[in-house]
């Protein structure tokens, strides 16, 4: 065993260089795919790191551990809503070659003990393979709820001792604990889906509509409250017909004028002089407004809001008023 692990100690050391770029490749891939549909989450990659290798070597019973160990190199998302986990699924699928697909959640016995989440050990398509070493290299990712990624972060610590090791009054505690696990992510999702429901409060509908957009250019998270406030004015800005067709007046706009978006928000990522709005959703209205109606959104804006960080906005866009 010695002579083993000193044998796949020295030959990880010399490979995982190219682990840890093959998971930083993955990781903007997916990253990638996943902000163009406007999904907010977050994506990290790592190769994993030679005592955690050789740890797992020891502990598993593999006929030949270098190779059958899948997770040399890993990528993890974490979503806020379970109703997105599916989302990602889908564009794995999509973009990897998937060799082995596990719903953790799934594959547990309502009486057993364990992890939670999706795994998948993908390799590259072809199109996707731009150094020749990672050609048939498998790496795993692993797809967690926030709430998952909690239990995952303290279950290795609780679920130390075989199932059937453990004693009846502490697997019934753990028990409640996926339960509120489960639980919590099925009552975010539905109380998420009652909210989108509920009448009125045009200024959430209108929010809602421009964070799948805004996520797709900015990639991070907004000021909800500011948001709503700045919509009170820019809601009054269409008529009722454009309000019935919001979602395609923001649609049209934004696919006609994609890569200037795209170069807008790219170029005051890092900006910390930069107007505070523009990484903002109703950015997108302004932007909007100041094509197709610039000197009634001049009005609205003056009457509430401070008038320099609409000027500001209007030069950013080429458009000044």
Same mark, same amino acid.
């Given at each position: ?44 990659? /790592? ?128 028990? /409640? ?91 005051? /990522? ?18 909007? /407004? ?32």
């Amino acid at each position: 065993m010695t002579q083993d692990l000193d044998s796949i100690r020295e030959r990880w050391i010399s490979e995982r260089p190219i682990y840890q770029t093959l998971a930083d490749h993955i990781r903007d891939l997916l990253r990638g795919d996943l902000q163009r549909q406007g999904i907010l989450c977050s994506v990290e990659g /790592r190769a994993k790191d030679v005592a955690s290798l050789l740890k797992k070597v020891m502990r598993k019973s593999y006929a030949s551990p270098y190779e059958e160990i899948h997770d040399k190199a890993g990528v993890r998302v974490i979503v806020a809503f379970s109703g997105e986990v599916a989302i990602v699924e889908n564009a794995v699928q999509r973009r990897f070659q998937v060799d082995r697909y596990e719903n953790k959640t799934l594959g547990l016995e309502y009486s057993e003990l364990g992890y939670l989440g999706v795994h998948f050990d993908v390799a590259l398509r072809e199109s996707d393979v731009i150094r020749p070493e990672w050609r048939s290299l498998i790496a795993e990712i692993q797809v967690h709820t926030k709430a998952q990624n909690c239990w995952s972060d303290v279950s290795h610590r609780l679920l130390y001792k075989q199932d059937h090791d453990t004693p009846t009054e502490i697997k019934r505690r753990v028990y /409640r604990l996926m339960a509120l696990i489960e639980l919590f992510d099925e009552t975010v999702q539905e109380s998420r889906k009652a909210i989108e429901m509920l009448p009125g409060a045009p200024e959430a509908a209108v929010l809602r509509e421009l964070e799948q957009y805004f996520y797709q250019f900015a990639g991070r998270a907004y000021d909800r409250d500011l948001s709503l406030r700045i919509l009170e004015v820019l809601e009054g800005l269409y008529d009722h017909q454009e309000k019935q067709a919001f979602h395609d007046v923001i649609s049209a706009f934004v696919e006609k004028n994609r890569p200037k978006l795209a170069e807008l928000f790219a170029a005051y /990522r890092n900006d910390e002089r930069g107007n505070p709005l523009i990484f903002q959703p109703e950015s997108l209205i302004v932007f909007e /407004r100041l094509e197709h109606d610039p000197f009634r959104l001049r009005d609205s804006w003056a009457a509430t809001l401070p008038m320099p960080l609409l000027e500001s906005l209007a030069a950013i866009w080429g458009r000044p008023i």
